[in-house]
């Protein structure tokens, strides 16, 4: 495994290397916070190990960049400390660490923990498989471009806004974060069984077709169902289904496929609901040109309540230059709608 060590004392990091080293590993090094961001932009590290002090910020605060910046594919990461107080391990795990180890490392400690981050690596490799399909399907259709990457990405800033207003207290934290940013990913997995002629029509859909079409809610779901008869304790798949299934529902029970209302919409799909339909409203398709951010942000406010969760849609007001930044930096080249002169 590629794995990246912070920590300014030149000895810890010495002594890790030479034990990681011989066990097998690839071992790089930095002693700054913001020089192992750079490195975990540009490289392909599967674990980070960081000391909780670091000479030009917090360790924790390097935690939470490294999830907010969503490194990918997962990265697993352990704060090493030199206290044992239950409150410092808790503080690690909830900026979003994955493990915590006490100084002076032992080797057979540190040989251990590394075993098992990097089982938890693999799996998460086998679950970049899946989301690789549902890319696969959005790039059968031309016209929704950027899509998939920009509902991830509303999705986890929804999220993390979520957590930060203390909205679901005990719902959403930082793996839940982490989740949605990945599993958000799987929402028109079901879209690769739909007919060309139909998912690639410009115009309007008849009623036949648009029942064919809604069809993508459940085909991903009991895609998704499939894999979990196998792995039913996997926390990514049953996210990922519950998005698929549900990410259509309305929050009044008018929506499809199952026509379930309020809090019996999983939370992940109430989520994801808000992401999709803001990105569809400021997109350009063929039959249809792009809303303005400001005026597809009002749309989503006067569904509160009836299409969304009026708690979501708070969370979604509070961060809307985030989203509108996240926008413009990730837009589609412009498509000329199908009546344009």
């Not at 090094?29 to 030009?56: H, V």
């Not at 352990?78 to 994955?98: K, P, W």
């Not at 809610?217 to 998704?224: D, F």
Request: charged share 25%; aromatic share 6%; with cysteine.
């Amino acid at each position: 495994m590629n794995i990246l060590l912070v920590s300014g004392d030149v000895n810890l990091c010495a002594h890790l290397q030479q034990l990681l080293t011989e066990l097998g590993h690839k071992v790089s090094s930095s002693g700054r916070g913001f020089a192992a961001l750079e490195m975990l932009g540009g490289g392909t590290f599967g674990m980070m190990i960081a000391s909780r002090k670091l000479p030009d910020m917090e360790g924790l605060d390097l935690v939470r960049l490294a999830r907010r910046n969503g490194v990918t594919p997962y990265l697993y990461i352990m704060m090493i400390s030199q206290v044992a107080a239950q409150h410092e391990v808790n503080a690690a795990l909830a900026a979003g660490a994955d493990d915590h180890i006490l100084q002076p490392v032992d080797s057979v400690e540190l040989s251990l923990r590394v075993r098992n981050a990097e089982r938890i690596v693999a799996i998460d490799t086998r679950d970049d498989a899946i989301i690789a399909m549902a890319k696969l399907a959005e790039s059968r259709d031309a016209n929704t471009g950027r899509h998939v990457e920009r509902v991830r990405l509303y999705s986890r800033e929804l999220a993390q806004a979520i957590w930060e207003m203390g909205i679901f207290s005990g719902q959403v934290d930082a793996n839940f974060v982490e989740m949605i940013f990945r599993t958000a990913a799987l929402h028109d997995l079901g879209k690769i069984a739909i007919p060309d002629a139909i998912l690639l029509k410009p115009g309007r859909l008849s009623p036949r077709e648009y029942d064919v079409m809604k069809s993508h809610t459940t085909i991903g779901a009991e895609t998704l169902a499939s894999v979990l008869n196998q792995r039913s304790d996997c926390r990514f798949l049953r996210m990922g289904h519950d998005i698929a299934l549900n990410h259509h529902e309305r929050y009044d029970g008018a929506g499809y496929p199952n026509g379930r209302g309020g809090e019996d919409i999983p939370l992940p799909a109430r989520i994801v609901s808000v992401a999709d339909v803001y990105d569809a409203l400021t997109s350009v398709r063929p039959y249809k040109t792009a809303f303005r951010h400001d005026d597809a942000l009002q749309m989503i406010v006067n569904g509160a309540g009836t299409q969304f969760d009026p708690n979501v849609v708070e969370a979604f007001a509070a961060i809307e230059r985030t989203i509108e930044q996240i926008r413009q930096r990730e837009s589609d080249p412009e498509i000329a709608p199908a009546d344009a002169a």
